[in-house]
């Protein structure tokens, strides 16, 4: 199993202004933004530690992920979410042909664990030495607006705590912190065994 991201959150939905206020840097002077790029970075880094940690994408994005098997033959867990859209589902055999079967799935939508499901019972097969493709679009939305307030205010935290540290290396004062990770906590996953179906 591979999961790509195929395309990035675009700067404009970055809350470098948010951010700028959160950490009460200085204002009306001619060279205000001048920290913005450094901003953005850690606000990225923030947005890609937590995304990590609760298997959810924040903000919206394209995904591709890449099986050589099913999962089960009747349910195929995805491994990020909220999903909003499934846009294609393609089979590749070992020759590179490949055969779209978007039309044969649907999109099983829930809050922790999104999935596909076959429409006919049972999924096609994927070609021996082959691989399926399942190209999604996930996260709360295109704006920063559209975040849970919980997670957008962990990420503003844990992006504050990286500017903060930025000079730190070891593990005492950089580590994730308490209310960032207080935050997170209901969006993580809950693995009561092994499957992940």
């Not at 959160?22 to 947005?47: E, K, N, Y």
């Not at 082959?130 to 679009?137: D, P």
């Amino acid at each position: 199993m591979n999961l790509v991201e195929l395309t990035e959150a675009p700067d404009e939905a970055l809350p470098v202004t948010l951010l700028r206020e959160h950490l009460r840097l200085g204002t009306g002077f001619p060279d205000d933004s001048l920290q913005d790029v450094l901003l953005a970075g850690f606000l990225r880094a923030a947005l890609a530690a937590i995304e990590g940690r609760t298997g959810k994408a924040l903000l919206e994005r394209n995904f591709a992920l890449t099986l050589s098997a099913w999962r089960s033959p009747e349910r195929q867990p995805l491994p990020v979410a909220p999903v909003s859209a499934l846009a294609s589902v393609a089979l590749t055999d070992a020759a590179g042909t490949e055969t779209d079967i978007t039309s044969a799935l649907r999109l099983e939508p829930d809050a922790m664990r999104p999935a596909l499901v076959p429409l006919g019972g049972l999924f096609p097969s994927i070609p021996q030495n082959g691989s399926s493709c399942i190209t999604v679009t996930a996260g709360y939305g295109p704006a920063w607006s559209d975040l849970p307030a919980d997670l957008a205010q962990a990420v503003l935290m844990l992006a504050a705590h990286y500017y903060e540290y930025r000079a730190e290396v070891a593990l005492s004062g950089g580590c994730m912190p308490f209310g960032v990770t207080a935050l997170i906590e209901r969006y993580r996953p809950l693995r009561l065994s092994g499957s992940l179906t």
